[in-house]
């Protein structure tokens, strides 16, 4: 096929599932491509001699070389291609926002749609688990020294898969009652299946790998405790699961009232939230994105997005924003809450203000503000606040880790190594909020210097 050809082919679009059967049920709503859907696109790749995509990777993916194999239907060979970089293809491809990323630096996308990775790297991971096709290499003989892992989100799974396969002993301890942390508990089952994460869980005890749910390190278990019972190393990847607040009167003391993760954990750990008809949700990411769509499938009749930008500006993956609005969810750009409003504490709505784009700020994009004299009430049984996350450090008096003023951890930019020699940490608890692929690359980085470092050679 000539370059001609290639560039005549248009994007390729992922099977999905029809907006009149989604909001009964949390199946996928995106089905991927088909094998004959991702040889067409597979050719879209123009095989760059510089590739950028690879570029824009945080993982660094030798995305042409996958997708070269794809071609030519090596398919178990393109997936352990990717392997050779990634832990969780699986997660990666359907959770990653490869818009900004990979699919960002794509040339293709100067001048059209760039080429579909993500759903590339998604058949490939996909056809493995159909396949029944073991998931990661094979492991290494034990080396007696043992290692343990806090948390068991992205950047926990990598370094327990890193060191497990370099024949570590390794255990995980999760908070929450299940595996995955913010995987689980964070992103719907509609956009990353349960049993997804539970190929990678699998993975991961065939390795050897011990996961331990419900343990809270700093109340159950100390990390002086971790030591004596022989851990030789710690790694940190608690994530980053506080809510922000949005700063309004009322926020605080009125029953209607949640933060977006919160949400989010209460309803997919299976507990029940009435909390009436109408439910607004402020924020223009992807978590404010998975309210919204929660909550119509909770049975919410009203579901609103409030953003205080404009919608070119919202962080959200383009691919939620157009589901969220095939699904019925209202949108309103440039508007900001101001105050509750409340009867015997109850929420009965909220005062909004409209805004207009004003200079870039330090983030690059325009700074809101406020339009004067535009305010407006939105009536609303409920408020959900999706405006981002911190971190809470681990409450340990056992050991004193140094922190940062925002609450992350410091560690050499290079090791990821704390202030305690044997401590490591990675991913969100030391970037902050970030995707799922930068928690991978910190995974990664943070495992091989702790493998070093047990080793001795730092």
Request: proline share 5%; net charge neutral.
């Amino acid at each position: 096929m000539n370059i001609r050809e290639q560039l005549a082919i248009p994007r390729q679009l992922p099977r999905e599932l029809p907006p009149e059967e989604r909001l009964d049920n949390f199946d996928e709503v995106s089905k991927g491509f088909d094998e004959a859907t991702a040889l067409v696109e597979a050719q879209r790749c123009l095989q760059c001699r510089k590739p950028l995509c690879i570029m824009g990777c945080p993982i660094g993916n030798d995305i042409p070389r996958f997708i070269e194999l794809l071609r030519q239907q090596k398919y178990e060979q393109a997936y352990w291609t990717i392997r050779e970089t990634s832990s969780m293809p699986s997660i990666c491809s359907r959770v990653c926002p490869h818009e900004f990323q990979c699919e960002g630096a794509c040339i293709r996308g100067k001048k059209d749609q760039p080429v579909a990775i993500g759903l590339l790297e998604r058949f490939l991971a996909d056809w493995m688990i159909i396949n029944g096709k073991n998931l990661s290499p094979r492991c290494a003989a034990r080396n007696g020294i043992k290692v343990a892992v806090i948390g068991s989100g992205p950047a926990g799974i990598t370094v327990a898969h890193a060191l497990a396969h370099k024949g570590y002993s390794c255990t995980v301890f999760e908070s929450l009652p299940v595996f995955g942390g913010m995987l689980s508990v964070g992103i719907p089952n509609y956009r990353l299946p349960r049993n997804i994460i539970g190929a990678e869980l699998y993975a991961l005890q065939q390795c050897g790998v011990n996961v331990k749910t419900g343990i809270t390190v700093g109340r159950d278990l100390t990390l002086s405790e971790l030591r004596d019972q022989g851990y030789a190393s710690v790694f940190l990847g608690i994530g980053a699961y506080e809510s922000r607040k949005l700063g309004i009167e009322g926020e605080n003391e009125t029953q209607g009232v949640m933060s977006g993760i919160d949400y989010l954990g209460q309803v997919l750990t299976g507990r029940e939230i009435a909390l009436g008809d109408r439910v607004v949700v402020v924020g223009g990411g992807n978590v404010a994105i998975d309210v919204a769509r929660v909550a119509l499938r909770s049975g919410w009749k009203e579901v609103s997005i409030i953003y205080r930008r404009t919608r070119e500006e919202m962080p959200a993956s383009a691919m939620e924003v157009h589901h969220v609005e095939q699904e019925g969810v209202r949108l309103a750009f440039l508007v900001a809450p101001v105050r509750i409003l409340a009867e015997a504490g109850r929420l009965i709505g909220v005062e909004c203000i409209r805004m207009h784009p004003g200079e870039p700020d330090a983030s690059g994009r325009r700074k809101p503000l406020a339009v004067e004299g535009s305010n407006f009430v939105i009536e609303a049984d409920a408020l959900i606040a999706a405006v981002g996350q911190k971190v809470i450090p681990v409450h340990d008096e056992s050991v004193q880790v140094g922190i940062t003023a925002k609450g992350t951890y410091v560690v050499d930019p290079v090791t990821l190594q704390t202030s305690v020699e044997w401590i490591f940490a990675g991913g969100d608890t030391v970037l902050g909020p970030q995707t799922v692929a930068k928690a991978v690359c910190q995974g990664l980085d943070a495992a091989e210097s702790m493998h070093r470092y047990m080793q001795g050679m730092i």
